[in-house]
C-alpha cells in the first residue's frame, strides 16, 4: 500500500528526510504560536470555539464556529453571549447572560452595590432551554468573572463540524495526521 512511498523516502536520504519534518515542527509551532498571539490579543484562553450542543438555538447552531474576547475594562449585560468554563469540567460552554450583579466584598461576604464595582455576577441560560444554568455550576450559585472565557464577538455558520468530526470519529483524526505527516515527510519542495 505505503510501498511507493517507502521507496520515494530511501531515494530522498536521511538528511531531506530531517528537513522535511523540521519544515513541519516549524509550521506546527507557527500555528501554535498564532493562537497563543490571538489569545493574547483577546485576553482570552481560547478565541475561537465550536459549539457542540442545540441549546442555543436559534441564535448558534451545533458546528458553529465562535470567536471570542474577554476586555477587562468592559461589564457584561443582560443579553451577551458568553462562554463560561466551571472548574473541573472540560468543556466550555455557550450561553446568554440573564441577570448580572455588581457586588463588592466585605468582612461580611459580598453585598450588592453600584455598577461600577469591580466585582460582577452572572447568571447565564441557553436560548433553548428552559431554565437557567444555576444546576451546570456544580454547587456556585453565580458565575464570576474568573469563569468567563469571553464574549461572542462573530461566528462563522457550520465550520465547527470539522472538528466535531474529529472527536466523534477519532480513527478520522489520526487518518488526518497520519496523512498530513506523510505529505510533508515525502514532498520535495
Given at each position: 500500500m505505503f510501498a511507493d512511498e517507502l521507496k520515494t523516502l530511501r531515494r530522498l536520504g536521511l538528511r531531506h528526510v530531517l528537513?522535511?519534518?523540521?519544515?513541519?515542527?516549524?509550521?506546527?509551532?507557527?500555528?501554535l504560536m498564532i493562537w497563543k498571539g490571538l489569545g493574547l490579543a483577546c485576553n482570552t484562553e481560547s478565541p475561537i470555539v465550536v459549539v457542540l450542543s442545540g441549546s442555543m438555538e436559534p441564535a448558534f447552531y451545533r458546528g458553529d464556529l465562535l470567536f471570542l474576547t474577554?476586555?477587562?475594562?468592559e461589564r457584561y449585560q443582560t443579553?451577551?453571549?458568553?462562554?463560561?468554563?466551571?472548574?473541573?469540567?472540560?468543556?466550555?460552554?455557550?450561553?446568554?447572560?440573564?441577570?448580572?450583579?455588581?457586588?463588592?466584598?466585605?468582612?461580611?461576604?459580598?453585598?450588592?452595590?453600584?455598577?461600577?464595582?469591580?466585582?460582577?455576577?452572572?447568571?447565564?441560560?441557553?436560548?433553548?432551554n428552559p431554565v437557567d444554568d444555576i444546576?451546570?455550576?456544580?454547587?456556585?450559585?453565580?458565575?464570576?468573572?474568573?469563569?468567563?472565557?469571553?464574549?461572542?464577538?462573530?461566528?462563522?455558520p457550520y465550520v465547527g463540524y470539522v472538528t466535531i468530526a474529529m472527536n466523534d470519529f477519532p480513527q478520522l483524526k489520526y487518518a488526518l495526521i497520519g496523512v498530513l505527516g506523510l505529505l510533508a515527510l515525502i514532498q520535495r519542495e
Amino acid at each position: 500500500m505505503f510501498a511507493d512511498e517507502l521507496k520515494t523516502l530511501r531515494r530522498l536520504g536521511l538528511r531531506h528526510v530531517l528537513l522535511q519534518i523540521l519544515n513541519f515542527a516549524s509550521v506546527l509551532m507557527t500555528g501554535l504560536m498564532i493562537w497563543k498571539g490571538l489569545g493574547l490579543a483577546c485576553n482570552t484562553e481560547s478565541p475561537i470555539v465550536v459549539v457542540l450542543s442545540g441549546s442555543m438555538e436559534p441564535a448558534f447552531y451545533r458546528g458553529d464556529l465562535l470567536f471570542l474576547t474577554n476586555p477587562t475594562g468592559e461589564r457584561y449585560q443582560t443579553g451577551d453571549i458568553t462562554v463560561y468554563k466551571i472548574p473541573g469540567a472540560d468543556i466550555p460552554i455557550v450561553h446568554r447572560v440573564m441577570e448580572t450583579r455588581d457586588v463588592v466584598s466585605n468582612k461580611k461576604g459580598l453585598v450588592a452595590a453600584s455598577p461600577l464595582a469591580q466585582y460582577q455576577l452572572l447568571i447565564t441560560k441557553g436560548d433553548n432551554n428552559p431554565v437557567d444554568d444555576i444546576d451546570l455550576y456544580q454547587g456556585l450559585e453565580w458565575l464570576e468573572r474568573r469563569h468567563i472565557v469571553g464574549k461572542v464577538r462573530g461566528f462563522l455558520p457550520y465550520v465547527g463540524y470539522v472538528t466535531i468530526a474529529m472527536n466523534d470519529f477519532p480513527q478520522l483524526k489520526y487518518a488526518l495526521i497520519g496523512v498530513l505527516g506523510l505529505l510533508a515527510l515525502i514532498q520535495r519542495e
